[in-house]
C-alpha cells in the first residue's frame, strides 16, 4: 500500500540542521508490528502514524515510536507532525491551537504564523519527580565521565517519556562528554529510563543553555535536539528553583555535537506551564510503501 510520508526537521528552519521525524500520514491499517518494523527501518529518533482521532476534542491521533519501543509522548515528533498535518491540511488551527491525542492523553500545541515562518509549542505534561540517590549520582558520573552539579540534584523527571536530568557546570563541559553507552543501557533499564539529559550555561551569546540527550536503551546514542528533553530540563529546573520570575523565557540550544544547529524556546507561564516550542521545515515529502 502507498502512504503518504514526510521527514520534517525540527527545532529548525533550515534544513539539515534540526532532528528529523518520519511522519506516516496515512496509518490506517497498519499493526503495531508493522509500526514498529517502520520506526526499526527509518532508524530516525522516531518515527510517528497519523491516525483518525478516538477523542472528539482531538485533531488527530498520533503513536510514536522509536526504533525499538512506542513511546506514550515525545516532544519533537509532536511538533514535527504538526507542522506535517498543518502542511497538508489534515487539521487546521482553532483559536490557534490544534490537539493531539497521545498515550498520555490530549496535548495542546500553540501555532503562531503560518508557512515557513510557522512557530509551534507544546504544553509539557505533568511530571512526576523522583531524586537519584548518592550510589545513582555516582554511577551516572561514571557514565558522563564527568561529574554533576551535586547541589542540584539529578533527578528522574517522567513525563510519559522518562529522562534522568542533571545539571553540568558549563555548556563547554556538556559538549566535551564522552558517555560510556553502553553501561548507559544498563542503567537506564535499572531506572526504568528513556535516557539520559543534561545541561549546562552558556557563558555567552543570546542561549542560556546547552543540553544534550542519550537515549541508549531505545537504539539512540545521541537525540540531536530533544523536545521532551529539553521540558525535562525545564522541570527540573523550576524544582530547583533557577528558572527566573514567571512570567519567564529562555532559549536553549542542542545538537552542536552531532553538526545540527537546535533552537529550543522554552516558555514558563504565570501559572507555571512550561512550553516548549520551535520551527519546522519539511525536508522529505513522497510515498511509504509497505
Known amino acids: 500500500m502507498k502512504r503518504a510520508f514526510k521527514v520534517v526537521d525540527v527545532f529548525t528552519k533550515t534544513p539539515l540542521l534540526g532532528n528529523p521525524v518520519a511522519v506516516v500520514l496515512d496509518a490506517d491499517g497498519l499493526d503495531t508490528k508493522t509500526m514498529q518494523a517502520i520506526a526499526g527501518w527509518t532508524n530516525l529518533s522516531e518515527t510517528t502514524f497519523l491516525l ?56 495542546k500545541l500553540a501555532v503562531d504564523g503560518d508557512g515557513v515562518n510557522r512557530t509551534l509549542s507544546f504544553a509539557v505534561p505533568p511530571a512526576k519527580l523522583t531524586p537519584l540517590n548518592p550510589a545513582q549520582i555516582e554511577r551516572l558520573e561514571g557514565i558522563l565521565g564527568a561529574t554533576v552539579e551535586r547541589k542540584m540534584t539529578p533527578m528522574i523527571v517522567d513525563m510519559g ?49 546547552e543540553v544534550r540527550s542519550f537515549a541508549c536503551s531505545q537504539g539512540v546514542q545521541e537525540d540531536p535536539v530533544c523536545g521532551s528533553g529539553n ?17 519567564s523565557a529562555y532559549t536553549a540550544t542542542q545538537g552542536h555535537c552531532l553538526g545540527r544547529s537546535g533552537r529550543i524556546a522554552v516558555h514558563i507561564a504565570p501559572d507555571g506551564q512550561i512550553a516548549i516550542g520551535g520551527q519546522c521545515v519539511t525536508t522529505v515529502d513522497g510515498i511509504l510503501q509497505n
Open 161 to 209: 517519556v522518562v529522562w534522568i536530568v542533571a545539571q553540568l557546570s558549563s555548556a563547554a563541559k556538556a559538549r566535551a562528554l564522552r558517555p560510556d553507552f553502553a553501561r548507559s543501557v544498563a542503567f537506564e533499564h535499572s531506572l526504568g529510563a528513556t535516557g539520559i539529559t543534561v545541561f549546562g550555561p552558556h557563558a555567552t551569546g543570546d542561549a542560556q543553555i
Open 52 to 107: 483518525p482521532p478516538q477523542n472528539p476534542q482531538a485533531d488527530y491521533q498520533l503513536r510514536i515510536f522509536t526504533p525499538r519501543h512506542e513511546l506514550p509522548f515525545a516532544g519533537h515528533p509532536t511538533l514535527g507532525s504538526a507542522h506535517a498535518v498543518l502542511e497538508v491540511g489534515r487539521a487546521a488551527p482553532r483559536n490557534g491551537v490544534v490537539v493531539q491525542e497521545c498515550g498520555v492523553g490530549l496535548v
Open 231 to 247: 521540558g525535562s530540563v525545564a522541570i527540573f529546573c523550576q524544582a530547583h528553583g533557577l528558572l527566573p520570575k514567571r512570567p
